[in-house]
Nanobody, 128 residues
Framework: QVQLVESGGGLVQAGGSLRLSCATS???????MGWFRQPPGKEREFVAA????????VYAHSVKGRFTISRDNAKNTVYLQMNSLKPEDTAVYHC??????????????????????WGQGTQVTVSS
């Protein structure tokens, strides 16, 4: 059974940094993983995704150059390093696993319905 638990959220001033972690269980090292976020009053949106090996990454245009997704399969953890944070980055951030992409590094997907396991989320608030 796959379980995902996010941590590392908090309150930060604009221009600051945070690193989110997603602790996983259930052999997620074989799956492509993603981060999504849900701003207040808005729908959940794609942020970043990474292949099972870490060799391929994809980013939303709004975070490219500021956020970095990475993973440590030995620690069963996926990370999201967020730099130069803006107030519009305020959201609940969710980690997700795409279990259909078993060792498929070439198929890093960005749509919500591609991911079948989700964490509860961690709140990130960026003050101006």
């Amino acid at each position: 059974q796959v379980q995902l638990v996010e941590s590392g959220g908090g309150l930060v001033q604009a221009g600051g940094s945070l690193r989110l972690s997603c602790a996983t269980s259930g052999r997620t090292s074989r799956y492509n993983m993603g981060w999504f976020r849900q701003p207040p009053g808005k729908e959940r949106e794609f942020v970043a995704a990474i292949s099972w090996s870490g060799g391929r990454t994809v980013y939303a245009h709004s975070v490219k150059g500021r956020f970095t997704i990475s993973r440590d399969n030995a620690k069963n953890t996926v990370y999201l390093q967020m730099n130069s944070l803006k107030p519009e980055d305020t959201a609940v951030y969710h980690c997700a696993a795409d279990s259909t992409t078993l060792y498929d590094w070439n198929n890093v997907r960005i749509t919500l319905n591609a991911y079948d396991y989700w964490g509860q989320g961690t709140q990130v608030t960026v003050s101006s």
